[in-house]
């Protein structure tokens, strides 16, 4: 059992940046690939980023690349989503996301525990 919290999620100008963690408890935590997903209202929920389980690999969405960096801490059971350069269509909730059985997930259904998610709003 794997419990997410995910915070940083507040409101930011376009083309600012914003750090969000997600603090995990279980003892699966470490040897669990890890993602974030997103959804903004009316749309449905997205693949942002993920990461697997030492770190060592990560895959990104492609409206992402180059301005959203995954990162993970096992000493510390977070995992972390830097996103720079924000833009208004980066507006959605954003939620951290536990992978068990699967290193590498983009596809929601892989993944076994969610958090409740965090809201990141960006103005143009």
């Known amino acids: 059992q794997v419990q997410l919290v995910e915070s940083g999620g507040g409101l930011v100008e376009a083309g600012g940046s914003l750090r969000l963690s997600c603090a995990a408890s279980?003892?699966?935590?470490?040897?669990?690939?890890m993602g974030w997903f997103r959804q903004a209202p009316g749309k449905e929920r997205e693949f942002v980023a993920t990461i697997s389980w030492s770190g060592g690999r990560t895959s990104y969405a492609d409206s992402v690349k180059g301005r959203f960096t995954i990162s993970r801490d096992n000493a510390k059971n977070t995992v972390y989503l830097q996103m720079n350069s924000l833009k208004p269509e980066d507006t959605a909730v954003y939620y951290c996301?536990?992978?068990?059985?699967?290193?590498?997930?983009?596809?929601?259904?892989?993944?076994?525990?969610w958090g409740q998610g965090t809201q990141v709003t960006v103005s143009s």
């Open positions: 996301a536990a992978a068990p059985r699967v290193p590498l997930a983009t596809i929601a259904g892989f993944y076994d525990y």
């Open positions: 279980g003892r699966t935590f470490s040897s669990s690939g």
